[in-house]
């Protein structure tokens, strides 16, 4: 199975981070990974997308172009662009915290998710980013959620030890409110 993801926001909301967490739980995983980044000449605040390729075989190609499978959009500024670089039958998780205008692409399944207010309930809202990864991984079942979770352990690694519990808490949030959304 391959998957072409886009991770996408504005600078600082994490995007680069997914597609980071996304390429380190797919080597756990034993899948064949390839990761890009594009963003804009801003050095803060600028949209930028992290592309991720995860695949059971050799990826030959590692272009993402108008055809992810899966997409992250995290802000207004990056969602109109996100939905146009889906293929059809993909899926767009969109960050209905800071995206208020839905735009219709009905051969694109959208799944709208108030990552940035559960960020808050959880008492930090830079874990948005988290949540979302963690509905994206229970929807998607592109990744283990042990992966996932092992790979955040890995990248907060002893440095950023504080930060690990809100993390896996975060993923763990995303996890449950993708299941919600599957019985529902």
Do not use: H, W
Request: aromatic letters at 4%.
């Amino acid at each position: 199975m391959k998957y072409k993801c886009a991770f996408s926001g504005s600078g600082g909301q994490g995007a680069a981070m997914m597609a980071k967490l996304a390429c380190l739980a797919g080597i756990k995983d034993n899948k064949q990974v390839v990761m890009t980044q594009t963003y804009g000449i801003e050095q803060r605040g600028g949209d930028s997308t992290g592309y991720v390729i995860l695949s059971s075989e050799p990826i030959g190609n590692p272009i993402v172009e108008a055809d992810a499978d899966v997409a992250v959009a995290m802000s207004e500024s990056i969602y109109q662009a996100t939905l146009e670089g889906m293929k059809a039958g993909g899926t767009l998780f969109v960050n209905s915290s800071l995206v208020t205008k839905q735009l219709v692409r009905p051969e694109v399944k959208q799944v709208f998710l108030p990552v940035s207010e559960m960020a808050q309930e959880l008492g930090n809202v830079k874990v948005a980013n988290i949540i979302m990864l963690g509905a994206v991984v229970k929807t998607t079942g592109m990744l283990s959620e042990e992966a996932m979770a092992s790979a955040l352990s890995d990248l907060m690694g002893k440095k950023k030890s504080a930060l690990l519990e809100a993390n896996l808490a975060a993923l763990n949030k995303g996890i449950e409110v993708a299941k919600k959304e599957a019985t529902a």
